[in-house]
């Protein structure tokens, strides 16, 4: 059974950092594209940032500079490390496993399609 889980999130203020962590179960995480996405209130999910099997990364513009996305294949594991967050950063975090192994994420990713394995997602709020 595929589960992904997702921890980290919190309150922090303006300028501090945060670490997300996603915890694959029931397949192997080197096979596939992973993403985050995020949905704040009253907005729609929001593609942040993708990372393929070989290490590359597509980040949408709101995240490029300040997020980094990581992976860790031997511990099933996918990362976000946000830095320098702002108020406008608030949203529930979800990580995403693509839907085929071995296929690269499409330049339409953000529409969340690829995906088909979402977490249960892990609220983030910053204060200004």
Not at 4 to 11: I, K, N
Not at 13 to 30: I, N
Request: hydrophobic share 30%; aromatic share 10%; with cysteine.
């Amino acid at each position: 059974q595929v589960q992904l889980a997702e921890s980290g999130g919190g309150p922090v203020q303006a300028g501090g950092s945060l670490k997300l962590s996603c915890v694959a179960s029931g397949y192997m995480q080197r096979s596939y594209c992973l993403a985050w996405f995020r949905q704040a209130p009253g907005k729609e999910r929001e593609g942040v940032v993708h990372i393929n099997r070989d290490g590359s990364a597509v980040y949408a513009d709101s995240a490029k500079g300040r997020f980094t996305i990581s992976r860790d294949n031997a511990k099933n594991t996918l990362y976000l490390q946000m830095n320098s967050l702002k108020p406008e950063d608030t949203a529930i975090y979800y990580c995403a496993r693509h839907l085929s192994p071995y296929q690269g994420c499409s330049a339409s990713w953000k529409k969340g399609t690829d995906f088909g394995y979402w977490g249960q997602g892990t609220q983030v709020t910053v204060s200004s």
